[in-house]
């Protein structure tokens, strides 16, 4: 089956530590993304790859870094400078530059703060 | 810029009963627009798309039509189920091929009652 698989499913950060969440894509696509949603609110762009060892910020970069060293991979690290990470983190994909291409989610990931 | 504007949420509704969520838009050019789902902890599934003025999307008893002339994007349902709750996401991704980033309106909450 192709998909976009996220790991893990929940992820616990002591303060001041740095950690990485996985994503992972079989679907060829070329352009990734990983975004942020807060309860309640819509989803805030943190960074998104078009191609593999390029990518650019989105709207709320600071405190997070990305690689993209490889098509299906696209891991995400939540470093200390992130003051604020508890979130529900969503990793996407899309296959092309059309606007029409849809984009699609992996299953997420929970960041909880101990 | 471009941005996406949803009705307030929660709303909440009988089973059976026709749902309405409103969607409007502001863009330059013909975006493409996206209806999105999100069970509760799950990411986003996309639920129908429109890419042309006047194209009607549908999936699963949904329905939206892009409307230019009011810049508009409503996703109705004749009869909503219990397991239609969930939280609805409209989207557009702009004409500008490359920017490849959507833009989401902040979430409609729905919760239908048996």
């Known amino acids: 089956d192709g998909g976009i698989t996220q790991s893990p499913k929940y992820l616990f950060r002591k303060e001041g530590q740095n950690v990485t969440l996985s994503c992972e894509q079989n679907?060829?696509?070329?352009?990734m993304y990983w975004y942020r949603q807060d309860p309640g609110q819509g989803l805030r762009l943190i960074y998104y790859s078009q191609i593999v060892n390029d990518f650019q910020k989105g709207d709320i970069a600071e405190g997070y870094s990305v690689s993209r060293e490889k098509k299906e991979s696209f891991p995400l690290t939540v470093t200390s400078a992130q003051k604020n990470p508890t979130a529900f983190y969503l990793c996407?994909?899309?296959?092309?530059?059309?606007?029409?291409?849809?984009?699609?989610f992996g299953p997420g990931t929970r960041l909880l703060v101990l | 810029g471009n941005s996406v504007t949803q009705m307030e949420g929660p709303v909440t509704l009988s089973e059976e009963a026709f749902l309405t969520i409103n969607c409007t838009y502001t863009?330059?050019?013909?975006?493409?627009l996206f209806w999105y789902v999100q069970y509760p902890g799950e990411g986003l599934q996309l639920l129908l798309k429109?890419?042309?003025?006047?194209d009607k999307g549908s999936n699963k008893g949904f329905e939206a039509t892009y409307r230019k002339e009011t810049t508009s994007f409503h996703l109705e349902k004749g009869s909503v189920q219990v397991s239609d709750s969930a939280v609805y996401f409209c989207a557009l991704s702009p004409t500008i091929q490359g920017a490849q980033k959507l833009v989401f309106g902040q979430g409609t909450r729905l919760t239908i009652n048996p």
């Open positions: 863009a330059t050019g013909y975006p493409s």
């Open positions: 996407a994909s899309r296959t092309g530059l059309a606007a029409a291409e849809t984009q699609y």
């Open positions: 679907l060829n696509h070329d352009a």
């Open positions: 429109a890419t042309k003025a006047d």
